[in-house]
């Protein structure tokens, strides 16, 4: 409801002058009712916004860089002696007879120690030498329908056993070292030591059957299978390719088959001559 501002009457709707008094009256302009339409406010996400986003292609991009380390790792080790072996004497002789292939991996761990090696050799060969000793010496041996026993050919027997089973195992590995660059292999003389030495386990703990009379030719077939210890440790010990493993073994073990038998005449010479003096003094 609207009154004229000069003489208070009260106005009509829409009336353009006061009925009583003429003066003009002001019409209100209506409003406009349309809407201007927002105005599109561009949305630009924050920094943590975007890091958030980028997170992700971040974490795929430390994830590769992870998995070409993990993959390349193995290569940064061409050194052997990084990782040491935690095989005792006893493990070491059975895993040598009983998973080869996995303790070769282990030998290889190693660092070849010449003192060590030669002490693990020096006990398991007390195996052949004092079971010939006791079956010489006392059980007796049977041949050609004859029983053979003596304490000194026991002795005879088993210092040759001994002594030549050790000056073998030595000059062995010095020929298997020679040999290393002519079958693409690696020339250590502490690895040729390594690889005589732990493949001769089986046939120096199968000295134990010298003590059963008519069992001593075990002896030489349980040989056999240090044979194939020493083919299965040349590729991981001497780097030996596999097409040229068959030609290195072959080599090597007919080395150490005429290297035993000049050591096992030259001592058998030697003792036999010792222990002939010795008796006839007496």
């Not at 943590?48 to 940064?76: D, H, I, K, T, V």
């Not at 059957?209 to 210890?229: D, E, M």
Request: aromatic share 14%; charged share 10%; with cysteine.
């Amino acid at each position: 409801m609207k009154f004229c501002p000069s003489c208070g009457v009260e106005l009509k709707i829409g009336a353009r002058f006061c009925g009583a008094c003429g003066t003009p009256l002001q019409i209100d302009q209506p409003q406009s009712t349309i809407e201007q339409p927002p105005q599109a406010i561009p949305n630009f996400p924050n920094e943590s916004a975007q890091s958030f986003y980028q997170q992700p292609f971040q974490q795929q991009e430390y994830q590769q860089e992870n998995s070409q380390q993990f993959y390349q790792q193995p290569y940064q080790q061409p050194k052997y002696g990084a990782i040491q072996s935690d095989s005792g004497f006893v493990s070491r002789v059975i895993n040598m007879m009983t998973k080869p292939k996995s303790e070769w991996v282990n030998v290889l761990n190693e660092t070849p120690v010449t003192q060590k090696l030669f002490i693990y050799a020096i006990i398991l060969l007390l195996i052949p030498a004092v079971c010939s000793f006791i079956a010489y010496g006392f059980i007796g041996v049977k041949a050609m329908g004859y029983t053979f026993k003596s304490p000194s050919m026991g002795l005879q027997q088993a210092l040759s056993s001994f002594i030549g089973g050790f000056l073998s195992v030595y000059l062995t590995a010095y020929v298997v070292n020679i040999l290393a660059t002519s079958f693409d292999s690696v020339k250590d003389f502490g690895r040729s030591l390594q690889l005589v030495i732990y493949s001769m386990t089986p046939y120096w703990v199968a000295g134990l059957f010298f003590l059963i009379p008519g069992f001593q030719p075990i002896v030489f077939l349980i040989g056999i299978y240090s044979i194939a210890l020493m083919y299965k440790g040349m590729p991981i010990i001497m780097r030996t390719p596999q097409h040229k493993a068959a030609g290195y073994l072959i080599v090597s073990i007919i080395v150490l088959i005429v290297i035993q038998i000049i050591v096992v005449f030259i001592l058998g010479v030697i003792l036999g001559v010792f222990f002939a003096t010795r008796m006839s003094a007496f």
